[in-house]
């Protein structure tokens, strides 16, 4: 990625026009917000807010061929994505393009077409404020923990809890403790064809968390690792393969 990242944060931006407690906290919609601290950092060459009332949902073919990463919010309108839409961001995957999933993405339809199960967990919103949330760093060594404390503390967060219906991650990185006993894991890798697929657990949109500097870090380390990597020539397959040795 010698010429920086290109990023492509994907909001569906219902909430934030529909009610007034969210759009106090994201004015100009939680995409908006994360896009003004991408673009910040160090290697991200370029960030397009996209939202589900653009054309082609924000998903148009020039859109998606341009982006190195996709970050990917949404919740209460999942279901309004076409399937023609999701598959194409699935197939993007697994040509190489990142993708970081928040939150409640966990039940968007391409995060749900890549992982093949159902996704589902358990939640509680606690009296409406939410709960104590400590994210523990369990891969130290990991870069999406790169410049941060051993564990992220939430005063303030809505739970996710166990079980999480998601195939076995290829790198564990956060395991959530919740106020309330549960435990979540809160930010998981997968790899996906050529393309590599991050979790990241908080950002409930009654709570400020984007605005939460060691968060947004979490997520501009996560966009990095997701970056796509290419070896030299690319990788061929579907093909008969000659013996690279002489035969007998
Ligand atoms: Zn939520």
């Known amino acids: 990625m010698d010429k920086g990242i290109r990023v492509t944060v994907w909001n569906e931006g219902v909430h934030e026009r529909q009610h007034e407690a969210v759009k106090k906290i994201y004015?100009?919609?939680?995409?908006?917000?994360?896009?003004?601290?991408l673009k910040k950092q160090p290697g991200i060459a370029s960030v397009h807010v996209s939202e589900l009332s653009d054309p082609d949902q924000g998903l148009a073919d020039k859109i998606l061929k341009n982006t190195d990463v996709m970050t990917w919010w949404g919740h209460m309108a999942h279901h309004e994505v076409t399937d023609e839409n999701a598959a194409r961001v699935q197939q993007r995957v697994l040509e190489g393009m990142g993708l970081v999933v928040l939150h409640s993405g966990h039940l968007s339809k391409p995060f749900v077409r890549l992982m093949g199960t159902t996704c589902m967990l358990k939640w509680r919103e606690w009296?409406?404020?939410?709960?104590?949330?400590?994210?523990w760093v369990v891969d130290p060594a990991h870069p999406i923990v790169d410049g941060l404390p051993e564990y992220i503390e939430l005063e303030r967060a809505e739970m996710y809890g166990e079980h999480f219906d998601i195939p076995p991650p290829d790198q564990l990185v956060f395991i959530s403790w919740f106020q309330g006993g549960e435990v979540f894991r809160s930010g998981c890798c997968w790899h996906r064809g050529l393309g590599k697929v991050f979790y990241f657990r908080p950002g409930h949109e009654t709570i400020p968390i984007y605005y939460n500097e060691q968060i947004l870090k979490v997520i501009y380390n996560g966009v990095k690792w997701a970056a796509p990597t290419a070896v030299k020539g690319g990788i061929k397959r579907d093909h008969f393969d000659p013996p690279l040795e002489k035969m007998e």
């Open 127 to 135: 009296k409406g404020i939410g709960e104590k949330e400590r994210l």
């Open 27 to 37: 004015p100009k919609g939680m995409g908006r917000q994360i896009a003004q601290y």
